[in-house]
């Protein structure tokens, strides 16, 4: 019945954390997706998703946005259709960014970060941020396109140490040690 499997077709980006401590400032943190185009895969993205926008053709979206940690289940929510994503994209990224007011902060400081990546309810990966403590915003999954319809998933943790707008534009690129 492997004839039958159509691939990797919308999936689900969740995230959480636990509110600030009391007197402590809001921590919010946000769900980042990245296009980037067949042509320069790992280049500038072509556009960038978050907490305000959506993709030009709504393939991309925040389903729930949190400024603050302090909803029920998982704060933050961005659906992907990849299913219906042009052609001439061929790769996507997934990321997470915490917002840098007032002042710098990192994961080490964000209470209990974790994140959920899902399509339909068969879990993909979930994880934390554990690795990436120093962080002020880290790359969580990459979507590839492999055919005309079909995408593999490669999951991983990358940390970054950039304000959010330095991080969407140098999200994707190719990672040297």
Request: proline residues 6%; aromatic residues 10%; negative net charge.
């Amino acid at each position: 019945m492997s004839g039958l499997n159509k691939g990797i077709r919308k999936i689900e980006m969740a995230l959480k954390w636990d509110p600030s401590a009391a007197g402590q400032p809001p921590t919010d943190l946000d769900v980042v997706a990245a296009t980037y185009l067949a042509d320069d895969p790992h280049g500038d993205p072509a556009y960038v998703v978050h907490f305000d926008s959506r993709s030009p053709d709504g393939t991309i979206y925040l389903n729930r946005d949190s400024k603050d940690g302090k909803g029920f289940g998982w704060d933050e929510v961005m659906t992907l259709e990849l299913d219906r994503l042009d052609a001439r994209y061929a790769r996507v990224v997934l990321g997470v960014v915490i917002q840098q007011n007032p002042g710098h902060r990192t994961f080490v400081g964000v209470l209990n970060p974790a994140f959920r990546i899902r399509e339909g309810y068969t879990v993909l990966d979930e994880g934390d941020f554990g690795g990436v403590l120093g962080a002020t915003a880290a790359t969580v999954a990459e979507f590839v396109r492999e055919t005309s319809d079909g995408w593999s998933f490669h999951p991983g943790v990358r940390g970054f140490e950039d304000d959010p707008v330095t991080f969407t534009r140098v999200m994707g690129r190719v990672h040297r040690s």
